[in-house]
Nanobody, 128 residues
Framework: AVEVVESGGGSVQAGGSLRLTCVAS????????TAWFRQAPGKERTGVAY???????NYAEPVKGRFTASKDNADNILYLQMSSLKPEDSGIYYC??????????????????????WGQGTQVTVSS
């Protein structure tokens, strides 16, 4: 099993930057699918950034060009660098990891149902 704990959230003004950190423990996240999701008040949780089991990354359209997800396999840490933040980026950000099993297609990698381990989330608030 993997335990993941997010940190780094906070309050920033629009146009600012934040870096979220997700520390994984219990098992290596190397070659696991990992992802960042977010949930705004009153809305469903949606995917933000995904790192495949081959290390490839892809992003939801609203954050492309502004967010960068990365993974430090040696230290078992995920990062989400967020720049040019907008008020609509506000919400609770969660990191997630998947048990090692079958590979995912491009569509499935974006589904929260495919991830088994979740953190408690970290709040990001962007003011205009």
């Amino acid at each position: 099993a993997v335990e993941v704990v997010e940190s780094g959230g906070g309050s920033v003004q629009a146009g600012g930057s934040l870096r979220l950190t997700c520390v994984a423990s219990g098992s290596s996240i190397y070659r696991r699918y990992t992802a960042w999701f977010r949930q705004a008040p009153g809305k469903e949780r949606t995917g933000v950034a995904y790192i495949g089991n081959d290390g490839s990354d892809n992003y939801a359209e609203p954050v492309k060009g502004r967010f960068t997800a990365s993974k430090d396999n040696a230290d078992n840490i995920l990062y989400l660098q967020m720049s040019s933040l907008k008020p609509e980026d506000s919400g609770i950000y969660y990191c997630a990891a998947r048990r090692p099993r079958s590979s995912l297609c491009a569509g499935s990698v974006r589904s929260e149902d495919e991830y088994d381990y979740w953190g408690q989330g970290t709040q990001v608030t962007v003011s205009s």
